[in-house]
C-alpha cells in the first residue's frame, strides 16, 4: 500500500489514516494512461504552444521523479529538448512543484523526506527548509517556477492539473532565459492560469489575445 500510495494510485491524507483509491485509476481505465494524459491536456498545450512558441511540457508525478509524458517543441532554433519518457527529481523542476505543492500535505512532506535523505548530509536541513518554503509559495499563487535548476540556461512556469481532476500532472512552458525578460515572464503566467482556468471549466483553453512587441 505505501507504495501504491508513492505511485500516486491510492491517497492516504493522515499519517496511519485510511486509504482511498486517487484519480490516477479513473485514468487507467481508459486507453493508456498517457494517451488519456495527452488527449486531456493537448488543447491547453496547443493554445500556449500557438500563442508563445515556446517548448510546452506535460508532466506527471512518480515517486519522488517527474516523467515528461509529452511535449511540444518550439520552431524557433535555439530550444531546450527533451524526450517522452525523461525523468528528473521533482523539486528541481517547476512541473514536480507544481504538483508535489497542492497535494495532500501528509504526501507533500513524505515526498520532500524522500528528497533530504538524497541530499549530502551537510546540506539537507538548508535545502529542505528551502524547499518547503518554495512550496509553500507555489501552493498560494498557483504556478510554480525554476530557472536554471534542471538545464543551464533554460527557465520554465508550471501549473498544475489537479483542477482538471489529474492532481499528479502538470503543464509547463519552457524558455532560454534571454527569452525570458519581466514583462515575457508575467505574460506567460498569465497566460497559462487563465488557459488552465479556462480548460477546467470547460470553456475550452482559448483566449483573448492582445497585441505583443516581437520579443
Not at 513524505?110 to 549530502?120: E, H, M, Q, S, Y
Request: with cysteine.
Amino acid at each position: 500500500m505505501r507504495s501504491l500510495r508513492d505511485l500516486g494510485y491510492v491517497e492516504q491524507e493522515e499519517e496511519r489514516g485510511s486509504y482511498r483509491l486517487s484519480e490516477r485509476l479513473n485514468s487507467l481505465r481508459e486507453y493508456g494512461r498517457d494517451e488519456y494524459l495527452r488527449n486531456k491536456a493537448l488543447p491547453l498545450m496547443q493554445s500556449l504552444h500557438a500563442e508563445f512558441d515556446e517548448t510546452v511540457n506535460l508532466g506527471v508525478l512518480e515517486g519522488i521523479y517527474i516523467r515528461y509524458a509529452h511535449v511540444l517543441e518550439t520552431t524557433q532554433p535555439l530550444r531546450w529538448i527533451v524526450k517522452p519518457g525523461a525523468r528528473d527529481a521533482f523539486h528541481t523542476t517547476a512541473l514536480g512543484r507544481a504538483v508535489v505543492a497542492n497535494l495532500h500535505e501528509v504526501q507533500r512532506e513524505r515526498l520532500i523526506a524522500k528528497i533530504g535523505a538524497t541530499l549530502p548530509s551537510s546540506k539537507r536541513r538548508t535545502a529542505m527548509a528551502a524547499l518547503k518554503s518554495e512550496l509553500d509559495a507555489t501552493r498560494e499563487r498557483g504556478w510554480a517556477t525554476e530557472e536554471e535548476e534542471t538545464v543551464p540556461g533554460v527557465a520554465c512556469i508550471a501549473v498544475p492539473l489537479a483542477s482538471m481532476g489529474e492532481p499528479l500532472v502538470a503543464v509547463s512552458v519552457s524558455v532560454p532565459v534571454h527569452r525570458f525578460p519581466p514583462e515575457r515572464r508575467e505574460e506567460i503566467k498569465q497566460a497559462m492560469l487563465e488557459a488552465a482556468g479556462a480548460s477546467a471549466a470547460g470553456s475550452g483553453p482559448g483566449r483573448k489575445k492582445a497585441a505583443r512587441k516581437p520579443q
